[in-house]
């Protein structure tokens, strides 16, 4: 099927801060020749403020706030607030819930998340403060392919960031974030548009 007449794969973002993430691969999405459209802006945190950029951008949006729920329960409703969506992947965008593998295994495979540092090194969080203390000569940002283990699936992508001599874990960040920006919708488009 040519490229132009192929409909676009359906995606929801899942998130719980301020949507720059989800906000760039919003923007690639309306690109020509990108394989996806967002279909949904989920989160766990029912005032983030990624949440108000999707509202404005047009983008459906739901929330529930997992406080007082028992993680089952919120997965469950999240999972149903995206099947309903009609997404066939899912784009964690700063989503910050361990996921368990019950919600794992039901979109194996269609999950993607990008994380700030150049994976397998520094799973988790604090990856800027954790790769200056270790004298690393460059961070970065890796996009895999969700599993069950914590920042373990699959590699799809890497961009290496320069650690400068004066770098703070804040100013590591903020130039990450940029080549997370350029990486993630990237290799988010090549992964979903393959046949």
Known sequence: MPEASRPKVK???????NGTTMSALHYA???PGC????VLVASNVPDAPGLKIAAAEGLPTFALDHRGMERPAHEQAMDAALRESGAEYLALCGYMRVLTEHF??????????????????YKGLDTHARAIAAGDAFGGCSVHVVTAELDG???LGQMPVAILPEDTPESLARRVILAEY????????DYVGRS
């Open 182 to 189: 350029q990486l993630y919708p990237r290799m988010f488009a």
């Open 104 to 121: 794992v295994a039901g979109w194996e495979g269609r999950m993607v998340n990008t994380h700030p540092s150049l994976l397998p090194k």
């Open 35 to 38: 394989p996806y459209e967002i």
């Open 11 to 17: 995606v929801a973002a899942l998130l719980s801060g």
């Open 153 to 155: 699936g699959p590699l």
């Open 29 to 31: 999405s309306k690109l």
